[in-house]
């Protein structure tokens, strides 16, 4: 009996997901906040960090930077924060990137158009070159330095969500392969393998792991298409960083299973090779494995499974054995 309400379940979450409006007044799981007046989620993250790091976890998430509007978007985030937090103030979106008295939003607006209420005798450091601004919890902002540490807010305006239905997340470079019942990212802008770690992750996906033939030809297809080619800087062409990494002389995925144990182990020629120096798992744009330096930069992909289109794909295929 239960197993029929389950099915049932899953159907009609099937039709919300392909067939449906994206979710109204959502965002993402860790986004717990939406205030109606201004139509955004937010954020808070108590890790301090710079402006620029800030700045980048917010658009890792797909969100930005949050700064207020106004003195009602202000007060009502000085609110929210306090009501689980103990810091007194946050960095927000706006800086003096470029003189030291203007000072502009991170879109390069006017500070004249959003939030500006000084505190008594601020802004007052011109010496610094960097500037930046925090707004303080008795509702007044004040310029501080860039580099120093500082809890922040991310910020995501409704209206620009862009819901990807068949990958159940609110980003479109998301592919949904229908063989594969997942959907896959490839990241143009190299980074190192911990950072590609922490890129997918802030995505709500995961470094890829290859688990079958099927699934390396299609991560092989997908590097074939990217555009690649104009991509600047110093970087390894050749390899993509996968998620897999060598812990005490064995090779497994992120999520701890033995690479030998997953569906698919084909290292490319001599490899691997790096010994102690590479501890990273990336493959060549062949689709075979490679170990590669964790500080290298590449290329990579994120995967991101869809449990309840997986489920629902075994349904329409009339395999409800799956389901359970
Ligand atoms: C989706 O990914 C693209 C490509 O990396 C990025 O430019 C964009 O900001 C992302 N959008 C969201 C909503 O996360
Ligand atoms: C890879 O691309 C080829 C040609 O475009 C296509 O026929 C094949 O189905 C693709 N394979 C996978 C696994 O995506
Ligand atoms: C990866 O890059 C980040 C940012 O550039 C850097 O802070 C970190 O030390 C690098 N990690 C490795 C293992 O090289
Ligand atoms: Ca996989
Ligand atoms: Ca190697």
Redesign the pocket.
Known sequence: MFSIKFSFLLISANVIITFGEPPKQFFRPDYEKYMPETDSFYKIYTQHKTFDDAKETCELDGAELFYPEDEDEAKAVISYWQETQRFHWIIIGVHAPFAPDVFVTIHGDSINTVYKKWGQGEPNSFQVLKKCVILRHILSISDAVCNHLYPFICKKRASTIRWNSLCDLPNRSYKYVEQLGRCYKFHTNPK?W??AFRACNAEQGYLAIIDSQAEADHLVNITRMANKEDVEGSYLRGAIHLGFVKKNSVWRSIMGRPLKALGYNMWGTNQPDGGDRENCGSMFFNGKLNDIG??QQCFFICEREIPLLENSINLRFGDYGVVQ
């Open positions: 190192n911990t950072e964790c500080n």
